[in-house]
T-cell receptor, first 113, second 112 residues
Framework: GENVEQHPSTLSVQEGDSAVIKCTYS??????FPWYKQELGKRPQLIIDIRSNVGEKKDQRIAVTLNKTAKHFSLHITETQPEDSAVYFCAASRDNAGNMLTFGGGTRLMVKP | GVTQSPTHLIKTRGQQVTLRCSSQ?????VSWYQQALGQGPQFIFQYYREEENGRGNFPPRFSGLQFPNDSSELNVNALELDDSALYLC?????????????FGPGTRLTVL
């Protein structure tokens, strides 16, 4: 089955700096890659997703890049703010519906004011 | 949105538990995930229009039901200590095509 590795497990940045989180996946048939943000004690919330027919997607301060050949994708957050502090999870799925997701282990992002 | 009940639950080893989820209105697919402390969610199973549509690496003592009224259940028999986790349900509109999965707030299960 699919295996998703996520790095780093913790990331500390200064407010205003950029943060980059990287994920690799094993199943070349995976074609849907969402990113979730989970604040302490709360539900995972989708922040951005990308499908295999594009290499990059951007939404304000957040961008995701996908390299299908290398089987890795990355989350980029620019101009980080303290409210960006949370655990971020990448995930992969073979199904465009985003169901049956395989998650990475998570990255705890801390943005220091 | 997606709702779950109860919020917290404490059980003892060997007992049985039923967790409930109410999907977003009109969503046909519900998935259940187990999230152990400090880890990413792990897929348990998925239901589409009341039939199981996929299952992760979980034993048969994890079972589920989906009802026509947008509600679903996760049942766990013979609870073990390792079953202590946050259980999340997520609903989606359909089985295929571009879609987004919406998570509920979760049920925190503690097995003593």
């Amino acid at each position: 089955g699919e295996n998703v590795e996520q790095h780093p497990s913790t990331l500390s940045v200064q407010e205003g700096d950029s943060a980059v989180i990287k994920c690799t996946y094993s199943d070349s048939a995976s074609n849907y890659f969402p990113w979730y943000k989970q604040e302490l004690g709360k539900r995972p919330q989708l922040i951005i997703d990308i499908r295999s027919n594009v290499g990059e997607k951007k939404d304000q301060r957040i961008a995701v890049t996908l390299n299908k050949t290398a089987k890795h994708f990355s989350l980029h957050i620019t101009e980080t703010q303290p409210e960006d502090s949370a655990v971020y999870f990448c995930a992969a799925s073979r199904d465009n519906a985003g169901n049956m997701l395989t998650f990475g282990g998570g990255t705890r992002l801390m943005v220091k004011p | 949105g997606v709702t779950q009940s109860p919020t917290h639950l404490i059980k003892t080893r060997g007992q049985q538990v039923t967790l409930r989820c109410s999907s977003q209105s009109g969503h046909n697919t519900v998935s259940w995930y187990q999230q152990a402390l400090g880890q990413g969610p792990q897929f348990i199973f998925q239901y589409y229009r009341e039939e199981e549509n996929g299952r992760g690496n979980f034993p048969p003592r994890f079972s589920g039901l989906q009802f026509p009224n947008d509600s679903s259940e996760l049942n766990v028999n013979a609870l073990e200590l390792d079953d202590s986790a946050l259980y999340l349900c997520a609903s989606a509109l359909g089985k295929g095509g571009p879609d987004t999965q919406y998570f509920g707030p979760g049920t925190r299960l503690t097995v003593l």
